[in-house]
Each structure stands twice: as C-alpha cells, then as structure tokens.
C-alpha cells in the first residue's frame, strides 16, 4: 500500500503561478508511473500530467506548456509547477501514483481568480 502525501495548492490569481508536491511512502523506482490528476464538481477526473517510471511526462492537451512535472527520486517526491494558470485550472488536484495497483492522495484545492 503506497501512502501519498500531498502540499501546495491554494489560490493565486489568473496568470500566477502556484506548485504542488506529492510525497510517496515507497520509491520511486517501484512505481511504474506519478502525477497528478484534477476534477471539478459535475466533471470526471482528468489527467493533468505524470511522470513515468524513465523519467518522461505526459501532459494534457489543456496544460502542456505551462504545466511542468518533475521528481526528486531521492526524496520520493514528485512536483507540480503550474504557470501561466487560468480560471479553467480550478479545482482539486489528486496526486495519483500506480504499480500494478492505483493510489490517490486526498487532493488539494486549487482555485484560480479571474
């Protein structure tokens, strides 16, 4: 059972910029893929972006560009650097890890001003 800790989020105005992070109770290397995950009332939870095993992200269209993931593997954790945010980025961020089982963070909020 892989135990995720999540930090960050909150509010920043449109344009600002904000950062997350998701600490994970087992390595890096053991996970076959990290990320984050953000869903707003009525809507399904989406992708915003991971980070694999080898080390390569994958973002959602909506984000790509100013949305940037990384990891320290030594700390186990993994960030979330959001720039350039718009209204649209409201909502709660999920920190999502998977081996060959699915783990969820208990989400942060994050609300953007217009």
């Known amino acids: 059972q892989v135990q995720l800790v999540e930090s960050g989020g909150g509010l920043a105005q449109a344009g600002g910029s904000l950062n997350l992070s998701c600490a994970a109770s087992e390595s890096l290397h053991s996970l076959n893929a990290m990320g984050w995950y953000r869903q707003v009332p009525g809507k399904q939870r989406e992708l915003a972006a991971i980070i694999t095993s080898q080390g390569n992200p994958l973002y959602a269209d909506s984000v790509q560009g100013r949305f940037t993931i990384s990891r320290d593997i030594a700390k186990a954790t993994v960030y979330l650097q959001m720039n350039s945010l718009e209204a649209d980025d409201t909502g709660i961020y999920f920190c999502?890890?998977?081996?060959?089982?699915?783990?969820w963070g208990q989400g942060t909020q994050v609300t953007i001003s217009s």
């Open positions: 999502y890890a998977r081996d060959w089982r699915t783990y």
